[in-house]
C-alpha cells in the first residue's frame, strides 16, 4: 500500500511502486480532470501539482511523491491563485476542445503562484510546454495575465 494526501485526503493505494502518479489519479482516485496527452513528459496535458511545484504525472512514479500534497485540477479553485486563474479562463473562454485546460491551468497556476505579477514574455516563456493542438495560445495568454494583476 501506498500513502498519499490527494486534494487534502489521505489515501492508500494498493498499486507497485512505478506506477504513474496519473493512472492513480485518474484509475484509482477516478480523479479524471488530469489527462493523458503523450505519456512521454512532452506535452503537459497530466499536469498537477506535487509539494507545491508542477509535475508531468504520466511520468511521476507515485513512489516518488512521498509525504508531499498532491494537488489536482480537482481542489485548484480552493487556492486564491487557482481561484483567480479559474475566473480569467472562464473570462476569457480559453478552452475550444477542453483536453490540455487542466494541465494549462496547473502550470499557470504553479507559474503565478511563484511570480505574481509576471510580464507577457515571462508568460509566454511559463507556458511554452503546454501543448494545446486547437491553438487557443493568445487566449490562454490574456487569461494568465488577467489571473496576475
Ligand atoms: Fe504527460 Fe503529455 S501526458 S506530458
Known amino acids: 500500500m501506498i500513502s498519499l494526501q490527494v486534494n487534502g485526503l489521505t489515501v492508500e493505494v494498493d498499486v507497485a511502486e512505478d506506477t504513474p502518479l496519473l493512472w492513480v489519479l485518474r484509475e484509482n482516485l477516478k480523479l479524471t480532470g488530469s489527462k493523458f496527452g503523450c505519456g512521454i513528459a512532452a506535452c503537459g496535458a497530466c499536469t498537477v501539482h506535487v509539494g507545491g511545484n508542477a509535475v508531468r504525472s504520466c511520468s511521476y ?3 516518488a511523491v512521498g509525504q508531499q500534497p498532491v494537488t489536482t485540477i480537482e481542489a485548484v479553485a480552493a487556492d486564491p491563485v487557482g481561484k483567480a486563474v479559474q475566473v480569467a479562463w472562464i473570462k476569457h473562454d480559453v478552452p475550444q476542445c477542453g483536453y490540455c485546460q487542466s494541465g494549462q491551468v496547473m502550470t499557470a497556476v504553479d507559474f503565478l503562484k511563484k511570480k505574481r505579477h509576471p510580464s507577457e514574455a ?22 494568465v495575465l488577467d489571473a496576475s494583476k
Open 61 to 63: 512514479p507515485v513512489s
Open 122 to 143: 515571462d508568460v509566454v516563456a511559463a507556458m511554452g510546454g503546454n501543448l494545446c493542438r486547437c491553438g487557443a495560445y493568445q487566449r490562454i495568454k490574456a487569461a
